[in-house]
């Protein structure tokens, strides 16, 4: 159990501390002469929901690291709060900080169901696995609001297309009915993604995020109904959660889980900053080692962007913690396996068929 944890200086229900610098913008919002306000400057840490109209929603992944082919993502930006997410730094290319504001100004896309189907009308699309969601989390708290992973899903369904998705959300169970009728046909593979099981860390990396509790409840209901899930022990952060591993593995094998997947947390860009500024916050006494141990994970650096090393790391650290998970999975999860997926019932349905599903927007 970590216990050395300012609390009381940290932001609460959020997991950056600050806004960090947009390197694509030439101004930045400043506090050079405090002495000349007549009180201290705050930004406003409620969240705003943006729309946003892209021109296209599926995009191809060309990173091997990524087992899908493509990905898509309703929303951008994410609530959850999660410290160390790669994501962050995709914010400034919208304008916006990948510190508080990505958490706090979510850009929704109304129109993502209706660019999918399109993209999946195209004489050129051939069934593929589509991944929801590459970047941030489809099942994030604007999702009950927008319930646009519920139509793409809707989408998805119609055109027996499979997908892959990963969240860390409970909302996922809402759409249990979809998700049955897709694994009826070998179309859907769900990752659940349990970073700790004790409640106080997970409260200050992820603050807002479904407790390990809820997440292992999800797994065990997806399970029980046959959708084949696995855990994504994600991510390892050396000397903060890695001792973790072995438990996080049983506890999602005694709920169901068929196999499990992780990731080293690797720090780019701005989410170095964020980080950093955050974890000598929350546990002042372990910053500097943690720190350290991140760097030896990826030569010597916080920041990891090599295809085939930065998801999983190198050295001696990483090497033992990619053991750890072996031995655990093959403890724990022995002769279990997830269904390859079907993509030999693509088909296109009629228009008039599919325009039914957005009759009631």
């Given at each position: 159990m970590l216990k050395d944890r300012n609390t009381d200086k940290l932001l609460k229900g959020r997991g950056a501390q600050l806004n960090t610098k947009n390197k694509y913008l030439r101004n930045?919002?400043?506090?050079?002469?405090?002495?000349?306000?007549?009180?201290?400057?705050?930004?406003?840490?409620?969240?705003?929901?943006?729309?946003?109209?892209?021109?296209?929603?599926?995009?191809?992944?060309?990173?091997?690291?990524?087992?899908?082919?493509?990905?898509?993502n309703p929303y951008q930006g994410c609530e959850h709060g999660c410290v160390y997410c790669y994501a962050r730094n995709t914010h400034q290319y919208w304008g916006y900080s990948a510190g508080l504001d990505f958490e706090?100004?979510?850009?929704?896309?109304?129109?993502?169901?209706?660019?999918?189907?399109?993209?999946?009308?195209?004489?050129?699309?051939?069934?593929?696995?589509?991944?929801?969601?590459?970047?941030?989390?489809?099942?994030?708290?604007?999702?009950?609001?927008?319930k646009l992973t519920r139509r793409m899903l809707e989408v998805l369904l119609n055109f027996r297309n499979p997908?892959?998705?990963?969240?860390?959300?409970?909302?996922?169970?809402?759409?249990?009915?979809?998700?049955?009728?897709?694994?009826?046909?070998?179309?859907?593979?769900?990752?659940?993604?349990?970073?700790?099981?004790?409640?106080?860390?997970?409260?200050?990396?992820?603050?807002?995020?479904?407790?390990?509790?809820?997440?292992?409840?999800?797994?065990?209901?997806?399970?029980?109904?046959?959708?084949?899930?696995?855990?994504?022990?994600?991510?390892?952060?050396?000397?903060?959660?890695?001792?973790e591993i072995p438990a996080i593995v049983e506890a999602a094998a005694n709920a169901g889980a068929r196999n499990a997947g992780m990731t080293i947390v690797r720090l780019n860009d701005a989410v170095a900053e964020i980080f950093t500024n955050w974890i000598h916050q929350a546990f002042p006494d372990k910053a500097e080692k943690v720190l350290h141990q991140i760097a030896e994970c990826h030569g010597g650096k916080l920041s990891d962007s090599r295809f085939g090393?930065?998801?999983?790391?190198?050295?001696?650290?990483?090497?033992?913690?990619?053991?750890?998970?072996?031995?655990?999975?093959?403890?724990?999860?022995?002769?279990r396996k997830i269904p390859p997926y079907n993509k030999s019932l693509f088909r296109i349905p009629s228009a008039f068929g599919q325009l039914n599903l957005f009759e009631n927007e």
């Open positions: 930045e919002l400043v506090t050079e002469h405090i002495e000349g306000l007549d009180e201290p400057l705050e930004l406003s840490h409620s969240t705003q929901y943006l729309l946003e109209y892209p021109k296209k929603m599926v995009n191809r992944i060309d990173s091997p690291d990524i087992p899908s082919d493509f990905s898509m706090s100004k979510i850009l929704v896309k109304p129109e993502a169901p209706k660019l999918l189907e399109a993209e999946l009308r195209k004489k050129s699309w051939k069934p593929a696995v589509i991944m929801l969601s590459g970047n941030t989390d489809c099942y994030q708290p604007a999702e009950r609001k927008w997908v892959s998705m990963i969240t860390k959300n409970q909302l996922i169970l809402r759409d249990l009915d979809l998700l049955r009728e897709l694994s009826s046909m070998n179309l859907v593979h769900v990752a659940v993604s349990i970073t700790s099981l004790d409640e106080s860390l997970r409260l200050q990396l992820e603050p807002r995020t479904a407790t390990a509790a809820n997440r292992l409840k999800v797994i065990e209901t997806l399970s029980k109904n046959d959708i084949p899930t696995m855990v994504m022990v994600a991510p390892i952060i050396p000397g903060l959660n890695s001792h090393t930065r998801m999983k790391g190198e050295g001696k650290i990483a090497e033992s913690i990619r053991q750890l998970l072996h031995q655990s999975v093959n403890r724990f999860m022995t002769d």
